[in-house]
C-alpha cells in the first residue's frame, strides 16, 4: 500500500509540476499582461506583455510592436522578464531531477537514498520556480491596481487592468508549488516495512511492468 501511494503521489505531483512548468512558459511569451480598453473607442483594444505591445482593431484586426529596448522598460517588466527565465529554467531542472527520483523508472533501483534526495531537490526546484513565477506576476499586478486607483491621474485618461496572462501565472505558480510539496511528501514517506530485498522489486514489476519492458504502454 505504501508503494503504490508513493507511485500515485509522484506521479500526480510531477504532473502538476509539468502543467505548471508549461504555462509558466506560456505566461513568459503571452502578450496579455495588461488590457486596455479605451471608452472613446471601443473597437480598439491594447494589451501589454513582457516583450511587446499590441492593438487590436476591429477592421484592421491585431498589430504588434516589440520593445525596442530593454533597459528603457519599466523596471517590473525588466526584472519580471528575468525571474520568468529563472522560473523556467528552474522548473526544467526540477522535471529532469525529479524524473530520476520517480520509484517506477527502473534506473538505480538499490539506491533508494538517492531517488529520495532526488526527489526532495526536483520538489526544491519547483518551489523555487513557482515562487520566480509568483513574484512578477503578483509584482505587476499590485502596480497595476495601484496605477488604477490613482486619484492623481485625471479620469479621462485611460486606465490598464488586468490581463489574462496575471492568471495563467498565478496558475502556474501554484501548480509548481503545489507539485513540489506532493514530491517531497512522497520522498519523506515511509516505505513499507516488508518492501525490502526481492519483496520491492517484484512489487515495483507489479506496479509498473510497462517500465520494466522498456515500453510506455502497460498492455505491453
Given at each position: ?140 499586478a499590485y502596480l497595476t491596481v495601484q496605477e ?58 507489479t506496479r509498473c511492468p510497462y517500465l520494466e ?8
Amino acid at each position: 500500500m505504501a508503494l503504490a501511494f508513493r507511485i500515485a503521489t509522484q506521479s500526480i505531483g510531477l504532473s502538476l509540476s509539468l502543467l505548471g512548468w508549461v504555462l509558466s512558459i506560456i505566461t513568459t511569451y503571452l502578450p496579455h499582461w495588461k488590457n486596455l480598453n479605451l471608452d472613446l473607442n471601443e473597437m480598439e483594444n491594447w494589451t501589454m506583455g513582457l516583450w511587446k505591445t499590441c492593438v487590436i482593431q476591429e477592421e484592421v484586426g491585431r498589430q504588434c510592436k516589440d520593445f525596442d529596448s530593454f533597459l528603457a522598460l519599466p523596471a517590473e517588466l525588466r526584472i519580471s522578464r528575468i525571474l520568468m527565465f529563472l522560473s523556467n529554467g528552474l522548473g526544467f531542472l526540477g522535471l529532469l531531477v525529479s524524473g530520476f527520483g520517480l520509484d517506477c523508472l527502473r534506473i538505480a533501483d538499490r539506491q533508494q537514498d538517492l531517488k529520495k534526495r532526488l526527489l526532495i531537490l526536483g520538489g526544491v526546484l519547483f518551489w523555487t520556480s513557482g515562487v520566480t513565477a509568483l513574484v512578477p506576476v503578483s509584482w505587476v499586478a499590485y502596480l497595476t491596481v495601484q496605477e488604477f486607483w490613482d486619484e492623481t491621474i485625471p479620469e479621462i485618461v485611460p486606465r490598464w487592468e488586468f490581463g489574462e496572462a496575471l492568471f495563467t501565472g498565478w496558475s502556474a505558480g501554484f501548480s509548481l508549488l503545489l507539485g513540489g510539496c506532493l514530491l517531497h511528501c512522497a520522498a519523506c514517506s515511509t516505505p513499507a516495512p516488508g518492501a525490502s530485498g526481492h519483496y520491492a522489486v517484484a512489487e515495483m514489476q507489479t506496479r509498473c511492468p510497462y517500465l520494466e519492458n522498456g515500453t510506455t504502454d502497460p498492455k505491453v
